[in-house]
């Protein structure tokens, strides 16, 4: 089992966990591209029992296409995106894989919600693809 560690830009919030992760992937939705600033957000999906944080986050939630909620939760301080939680993935929570202290080891397999992606973002590799979430 990995050890996974990190935290936010200001160090007042600090996770690790114990488990491999149930996913490694990127999300192009308008959603993730806001929480990031970025054009796509890379998660790595973990048990959410085996995740452990130090610090108070702070929290938005919004909901999904799904009409459930997601749980945006990031440093109250510098305003890092740490994790996100979603009712469609009870017991999960998605580590923001930029907090990783190592993340070296990240192999991301899929791509949700391509059919909003930045028209120049071209990914190589052997992704799956799906153009919303897959079901």
């Not at 990031?36 to 939630?61: C, Q």
């Not at 990783?100 to 909003?116: F, G, H, M, N």
């Amino acid at each position: 089992m990995p050890s996974i560690n990190g935290g936010c830009l200001c160090g007042k919030i600090r996770y690790s966990a114990e488990a491999e992760p149930a996913f490694v992937g990127l999300c192009h939705c308008h959603d993730c591209q806001k929480f990031t600033g970025s054009a796509f957000s890379t998660v790595i999906g973990l048990p959410k029992a085996s995740v452990t944080v130090t610090g108070t986050l702070n929290r938005f939630t919004k909901r999904g296409d799904s009409g459930k909620p997601i749980e945006r939760q990031f440093c109250p301080e510098c305003g890092a995106s740490i994790l996100d939680e979603c009712e469609v993935m009870p017991g999960i929570v998605m580590i923001a894989a930029g907090t990783l202290d190592d993340p070296s080891w990240l192999k991301p397999a899929a791509q949700i919600y391509c059919a909003s992606a930045q028209p120049w973002v071209e990914l190589g590799g052997q992704m799956k693809r799906f153009e919303h979430a897959p079901e």
